[in-house]
């Protein structure tokens, strides 16, 4: 016998107050008790004189929190809410006591490990660790934090579990709208997708595994539902933009006051890149003269071995029009620079923006992609690559077409990364993750069936030559 139908018996059977409640209304009383808006001294499981104005002061919580008008009526908009998939983690309950006795459950370190050991029974596995990767990326860049991927012993564990679970603590009711659920933050580090919903790379279809991948990882780090933000309400719907998540959101003001936010200062104060955790994005000047090194809302101009001949400085002082931090930028033959943020990119020939920018990243170059994450200029193929989360994007260049580019087509790639150099050898780009960085060969851009690059072999203060290591030989070693 179901839950649901115990319950509905219980009431038959002792009459009284609880014979009142309706359907509808012993539905919300399980779903408000399961999600902590009832305390379990109104539990109906183990009491019959189940007072109706707890319901109505417990279901004005929810609705209240779930953006609906407080009635504390059970009326059709409320039970719709309730029936919508959601996070399996309550909104109220055992962390508000927890934090309000001892204070929030957060790690004691800011390195953590995480691991996927079980993957979803359709999406491949190399499209999960891209999607996993860039989620716990997007969190380090707003938290200081750094998150590294291993394969054994891990802080935080990922799994994609059914129905037939094997481990009952871990197995979700068959049909379930819970899309996810993780453990007690700062003690255990257990994530677990439901593998019986369909999971979206992007927002066409199903779920989208980012958001609720950073939703979860926010869990991890000691945040209940709360005021049910942008990141942490839990009805985390259906086709949902992949993007929208917004840096200002409140989930960041909360983590950031447990660890520290996550910017430039530290390299700012001490003029140097060695202090930084990550790059936005970097590019060389066109005869490997410079190289332009962007992170947050600074840049540094390096010489061609690497040494700083300019310290940090805001890119508003050298790009007036722009702010940071910046997606991607590129230097072609000619001298002309192009910078990338969001949808829009620039124009410039030194500092000096060129007329008629920005423009649409869409209007300029056909077929591609709305927004860039990487660009780099193959100077000997005379081609342009383009990439974002997913494709790389191939322009020829071309001077007797519009704009000089002509599409030569898209390739999807498995690389995990979030920017890339142009090396001095034709054939090899530096790729970086996070505070980590590695040689690729360039032919990995454009191999649809290329999946790694996840286990990155250097410290980025090594590309910054802040350690005794020497890179004098680094491009003859083995390329990815």
């Known amino acids: ?44 499981g183990s009491s019959c004189n189940f007072d109706k104005e707890v319901l109505e002061k417990a279901l004005k919580s929810f609705q209240d929190a779930a953006g609906l008008k407080a009635t504390g009526i059970v009326d059709e908009e409320s039970i719709n809410r309730m029936n919508e998939y959601r996070c399996g983690m309550g909104d109220l309950g055992s962390l508000d006591a927890i934090e309000k006795d001892i204070g929030p459950l957060i790690w004691g370190s800011k390195n953590l490990t995480f691991a996927i050991t079980e993957y979803p029974s359709y999406l491949r596995s190399g499209v999960v660790d891209s999607i996993i990767m860039q989620a716990f990326a997007f969190m380090s860049k707003n938290v200081d934090i750094i998150f590294s991927r291993v394969l054994y012993e891990p802080d935080i564990e990922i799994k994609f579990v059914s129905s037939i679970s094997q481990s009952a603590y871990t197995a979700f009711d068959e049909g379930s709208h819970v899309t996810a659920v993780s453990s007690v933050p700062g003690i255990l580090g257990k994530i677990y997708f439901n593998d019986e919903i369909e999971w979206s790379r992007k927002n066409v279809k199903g779920f989208s595994l980012f958001r609720h991948a950073v939703h979860q990882i926010a869990h991890i780090l000691g945040l209940g539902h709360g005021n049910f933000t942008t990141i942490l309400s839990p009805f985390v719907g259906i086709q949902e933009k992949f993007n929208e998540l917004e840096k200002s959101d409140l989930a960041f003001n909360l983590l950031q006051t447990f660890y520290g936010p996550q910017d430039a200062s530290s390299a700012v104060k001490k003029n140097s890149l060695c202090g930084s955790r990550y790059i936005d994005t970097i590019y060389r000047t066109r005869n490997y003269q410079y190289l332009y090194v962007f992170v947050d809302k600074y840049y540094w101009k390096m010489d061609s071995n690497r040494k700083t001949i300019e310290t940090a400085k805001l890119i508003s002082e050298k790009w007036s029009e722009l702010v940071g931090p910046i997606d991607a ?152």
């Open 329 to 480: 930028a590129y230097q072609d033959k000619n001298g002309w620079t192009y910078v990338f943020i969001g949808s829009k990119f620039w124009k410039y020939f030194g500092s000096y923006l060129q007329d008629g920018y920005p423009k649409n990243i869409v209007d300029v170059f056909p077929n591609g992609p709305a927004e860039v994450s990487t660009a780099i200029e193959d100077v000997v193929k005379n081609e342009l690559l383009l990439t974002n989360k997913e494709y790389t994007y191939v322009y020829i260049k071309n001077n007797n077409v519009r704009n000089g580019y002509q599409f030569k087509g898209n390739y999807r790639h498995g690389i995990i990364f979030d920017t890339a150099l142009y090396s001095r050898n034709t054939s090899t780009i530096y790729v970086f993750q996070n505070d980590k960085y590695d040689l690729m060969n360039m032919k990995k851009l454009v191999d649809s069936n290329y999946y790694g690059a996840t286990n990155y072999r250097y410290e980025l203060p090594e590309f910054f030559k802040c350690t005794d290591k020497s890179l004098d030989n680094l491009e003859d070693d083995m390329i990815l």
């Open 1 to 44: 016998m179901s839950p649901l139908n115990i319950l509905i018996y219980l009431f038959v059977l002792f009459g009284g107050a609880v014979s009142t409640l309706t359907t509808d209304e012993i539905r919300a009383v399980e779903y408000l008790r399961k999600y902590g808006y009832i305390d379990k001294e109104n539990d109906i």
